[in-house]
T-cell receptor, first 120, second 112 residues
Framework: GAVVSQHPSRVICKSGTSVKIECRSL??????MFWYRQFPKQSLMLMAT?????????EQGVEKDKFLINHASLTLSTLTVTSAHPEDSSFYIC????????????????FGPGTRLTVL | KNQVEQSPQSLIILEGKNCTLQ??????????LRWYKQDTGRGPVSLTI?????NTKSNGRYTATLDADTKQSSLHITASQLSDSASYIC???????????FGAGTTVTVRA
């Protein structure tokens, strides 16, 4: 099946620094990728939709200048948390729709393994 | 607003026993409902996907049901194993909308 990877899996940084998280579709191309944030014991919250070759679409309340998204190729999207603060500490997950159309016109959604960000 | 409610929030079961998780949604117009398993510190992994025309789907010891009329779904785990300990998330999509609506998940703990 399709695989989505994330790097790094875990990062600890000092407050004020920037952190880049990569999301790759390993064996398929993805013109669209999604970035989520998940706080402990809570559900995934969509942050933004990454579009290859164009600007990302951010959800309401998500600062686009703080969470920079770049979808430079059909297999790579990056999320950069700029000037990170302790409240940005969270589990960041990306996902990409597969190419195969399932019954009913539904696309499978493949999630990456997540990146644990801890800001000190 | 599209919402997905799951119950219970958590449950503990003994190895070998069965359990059923519930999901109610208000997403409309409905397209499909997915159940994911998320291990701690990992990304969600798909268990089942059902469209409005399907009312049951199995994946090994996992069986999902869907009642599109009452907007309810359940996930039944048969003969639970220790490796079933995880969070189970109900995710619903609306027609013509790429966004997914996530439930808060049910944390299942299987004990020996």
């Amino acid at each position: 099946g399709a695989v989505v990877s994330q790097h790094p899996s875990r990062v600890i940084c000092k407050s004020g620094t920037s952190v880049k998280i990569e999301c790759r579709s390993l064996d398929f191309q993805a013109t669209t990728m999604f970035w989520y944030r998940q706080f402990p014991k809570q559900s995934l919250m969509l942050m933004a939709t990454s579009n290859e070759g164009s600007k990302a679409t951010y959800e309401q309340g998500v600062e686009k200048d703080k969470f920079l998204i770049n979808h430079a190729s059909l297999t790579l999207s990056t999320l950069t948390v700029t000037s990170a603060h302790p409240e940005d500490s969270s589990f960041y997950i990306c996902s990409a729709p597969g190419l195969k159309i399932l019954a009913g016109g539904v696309f499978e959604q493949f999630f990456g393994p997540g990146t644990r960000l801890t800001v000190l | 607003k599209n919402q997905v409610e799951q119950s219970p929030q958590s449950l503990i079961i003994l190895e070998g026993k069965n359990c059923t998780l519930q999901c109610n949604y208000t997403v409309s117009p409905f397209s499909n409902l997915r159940w994911y398993k998320q291990d701690t510190g990992r990304g969600p992994v798909s268990l089942t996907i059902m469209t409005f025309s399907e009312n049951t789907k199995s994946n090994g010891r996992y069986t999902a049901t869907l009642d599109a009329d009452t907007k309810q779904s359940s996930l039944h785990i048969t003969a639970s194993q220790l490796s079933d300990s995880a969070s189970y998330i109900c995710v619903v999509s609306a027609r013509n909308d790429y966004k997914l609506s996530f439930g808060a998940g049910t944390t299942v703990t299987v004990r020996a």
